[in-house]
């Protein structure tokens, strides 16, 4: 149980650090934005006539200020589809749109709550009794202030939701719907309802996040140093993100108002009074008490830890481990990228990570002592202390008391490190055995270990999805499989060589028939492919990269040469004449028709038996059964009361069902998936309820005639039951509403 949640803990926090890249990013744009862009600084270098108002570089200024200001004004919506991203474990763009979707859906839902109540008016003000900073503007709806954990609530569920029904198969009539598709609409639905709830528990929560912070707050310098001891001691776990990430965005961190908005969050508090540093006389220490500290350690203490195993490594290893060590403490000090030094003694010896571990807490409450208020993006190297420290000028940071705490680090770290590593003799770099590689190590090392083992297991381990292996079989093996796609009905796949594409296997799983053109193989499985397509993709992630046998033990494959047949027919064409002979020895039952429905035709044009069409999958029934219609009116129409089920993404069809129940597809022309919607404006969405003869798309017949190889379109029933037969009722001209074929139920 201890291992599943913490592997869990893990995945949030490596979803977090998605969207937490962009921000250094952000942060340097509103950094150098802000910092050229003060009339102080401006005065006080002498730069007007560079940098003054009016100029080309104070306009370009100004514009990486307000990108900069976008992404942490938008922090909750890009954690909401962040983190969706980095905690779905398949088709990771459908978890994002989805995710984007269902933040959009929750704010409504809680605005309209709000609305409700009389909290909010009706042209957006906010009501005088409601508590000040308690609703907010997220992307133009009015809400609670959620912050950046409204995003969070929705990147976990979302991805939940996801990781749960991405492969969810529905019946036949929904079928559509099914697999990766279901998830936007699952969360549309489930989103509805957490904005309504969150509506009531909201208040709740924020009160308890707000006493949270009070009692960090409260503790004062104490509350700094076990929130540096913790967030450090976290570092080998990669769980320091789960654990600081509230208190640098959320109100866990504290709240203020900077220019007369509530911000919470002690990084954000940080760049929102940077964003307005006219105004500000000195950054807040307790804003930057979660992460001022950090310049302390990582500019100074930690290099000087590195020169001390430096100083500590065998002669003959002094050259080797004292390149390795100076690009580590380079890296640390620039970047403040810390993994490389701390995990190469945490590892080997990690009583000295306990001594990082103490001396780092102390760094973050002596810099909230000194009332020292840098900011940062990332981490605290040299380039966040020269954006947000040095550039924003020592009376509002109080950054030049770092340098002296910091040299007193340096010799500590040297100190303590140096009679550490001689007294007990660790093997830190340099001062491995002999036979051992003097290197650095890192996270991959560890987890190197704990794969090790696992690979030979895996390899023996039998696939979990039989029918994806039988058609990556079928298909030649996974070295033979170029590309995956789908549309409505079929799967889609380019194969390198045709000639390993074997038919008796695919027809194995269940395919309603194969289309082979080239290199392109078409497996017909009807409106749930997606979930066969997404199935497939996963079992080729961890199929051998390798050809299929020719003639697998466990198979049986039907020879050509069967005995007897010495004009060489192949097993079909017996099959045929088999039936036929028993055809003709056994006289027909008779069939009495119980009832009929009539489908008619949804557009004008040329009607004619469905073996006709320019198409192996139609001619040969493998996706339904009906009858085609070669348009030439633009307007399609319905062809009978029902309801429209489906709309294809790429518009060129549609399932429909009728009100008698059957489930149909309308397929607009031949190969006009690849058009991508050009040359199709449909007028009905997914579950509209439509009559007959309610036009339901336009088409352009000269572009589709100029760019399909046919605008002849199958009109389909696609799941008929044993007991039912079509019967043709117009070949020619036929005019939309005209009867078009009769589906019998016999019995």
């Known amino acids: 149980m201890k291992d599943k949640i913490f592997g869990v803990l893990q995945r949030v926090g490596r979803s977090f650090m998605l969207p937490i890249a962009i921000l250094p990013v952000a942060g340097l744009l509103l950094g150098i934005g802000s910092s050229f862009t003060n009339e102080t600084t401006i005065a006080t270098y002498g730069l007007q006539k560079i940098l003054g108002s009016g100029t080309l570089l104070n306009s370009l200024l100004i514009i990486m200020n307000k990108v900069g200001s976008a992404v942490f004004d938008n922090l909750p919506l890009i954690f909401a589809v962040g983190v969706a991203i980095g905690m779905a474990k398949k088709e990771k763009e459908v978890a994002a749109l989805s995710a984007l979707i269902a933040y959009f859906v929750m704010n409504v839902a809680v605005s309209a709550m709000l609305l409700i109540n009389n909290e909010i008016t009706a042209d957006g003000q906010i009501a005088a009794d409601v508590l000040e900073g308690t609703i907010t503007s997220v992307c133009g709806i009015q809400s609670l202030q959620m912050g950046v954990f409204g995003g969070i609530i929705v990147g976990l569920g979302v991805a939940a939701l996801h990781n749960r029904f991405h492969k969810i198969v529905l019946p036949n009539a929904l079928s559509f719907f099914g697999g990766s598709r279901f998830i936007p609409i699952i969360s549309t639905i489930v989103y509805m309802f957490v904005g309504i709830l969150m509506y009531f528990v909201w208040p709740v929560v924020q009160n308890g996040i707000y006493a949270l912070g009070g009692l960090v707050t409260g503790s004062g310098y104490l509350g700094t140093l076990i929130f540096g001891i913790i967030k450090r001691a976290l570092i080998p776990f990669g769980l320091h993100h789960v654990f600081y990430m509230p208190f640098w965005q959320t109100a866990v961190g504290g709240t203020m108002e900077v220019a007369g908005q509530v911000v919470q969050g002690g990084q954000n508090i940080f760049f929102a009074q940077l964003a307005d540093s006219a105004n ?256 497939l993709e996963e079992y080729l992630e961890t199929a051998p990269n390798e050809f299929a046998d020719e003639t697998p033990d466990n198979v049986q494959v039907q020879e050509n040469a069967a005995a007897g047949n010495a004009d060489g027919q192949n097993s079909a064409e017996v099959e045929d004449k088999n039936a036929g002979t028993a055809q003709t020895s056994a006289p027909a039952k008779e069939e009495k028709i119980r009832k009929t429905a009539i489908i008619y035709s949804p557009v004008d044009g040329i009607a004619a038996d469905l073996s006709t069409a320019p198409d192996e999958g139609f001619a040969g029934k493998m996706m339904g059964d009906g009858a085609v219609v070669t348009p030439e009116d633009a307007v399609i129409c319905a062809p009978e009361d029902g309801e429209v089920l489906f709309v294809f993404e790429t518009k060129h069809a549609l399932g429909f069902q009728t009100e008698s129940g059957l489930g149909m597809l309308l397929h607009i022309g031949i190969d006009t998936v690849s058009l991508n919607g050009e040359g199709f404006e449909v007028f009905v969405e997914n579950g509209q309820k439509v009559k007959k003869g309610d036009p339901l798309m336009k088409i352009d017949i000269p572009f589709l005639t100029s760019h399909a190889p046919s605008l002849c379109s199958p009109v389909l029933c696609t799941e008929l039951e044993e007991n039912q037969r079509v019967r043709l009722l117009a070949t020619g001209e036929v005019k939309a509403g005209d009867p078009l074929f009769a589906v019998d139920t016999v019995e």
């Open 280 to 535: 500000i006389a000195h950054f807040s220490a307790d804003a930057t008490r979660y992460f001022s500290g950090e310049f302390i350690f990582m500019i100074f203490g930690l290099p000087g830890a590195a020169l001390a195993m430096y100083r500590c490594a065998k002669p003959e290893k002094k050259k080797a481990a004292g390149g390795l060590l100076l690009s580590a403490a380079l890296a640390c000090m620039f970047t403040g990228i810390t993994e490389p030094l701390e995990f190469s003694f945490l590892f080997v010896a990690p009583a000295l990570f306990v001594v990082q571990v103490i001396l780092a807490g102390a760094a973050y409450m002596i810099a909230h002592m000194l009332n020292i208020a840098v900011g940062l993006t990332f981490s605290g190297g040299f380039l966040d202390l020269f954006l947000f420290g040095i550039l924003q000028g020592n009376a509002k940071t109080s950054w030049l008391r770092i340098i002296p705490v910091g040299i007193i680090y340096f010799i500590l770290y040297y100190v303590i490190f140096t009679f550490m590593i001689r007294k007990f003799n660790f093997k830190t770099p340099g001062r491995e055995d002999d036979d051992t590689e003097t290197k650095l190590y890192t996270k991959a090392d560890v987890n190197a270990r704990k794969e090790a083992g696992k690979t030979a297991g895996a390899a023996a381990a039998t696939s979990g999805d039989p029918v994806s292996e039988l058609i990556t079989r079928g298909l030649g093996g996974k070295k033979n499989i170029v590309d995956v796609d789908c549309c409505a009905t079929r799967l889609r796949i380019t194969v390198a060589e045709p000639e390993k594409v074997r038919d008796e296997l695919l027809k194995q799983t269940d395919s309603r028939g194969i289309v082979k053109k080239g290199q392109g193989v078409q497996v017909i499985y009807g409106p749930h492919v997606t979930v066969i397509k997404a199935k």
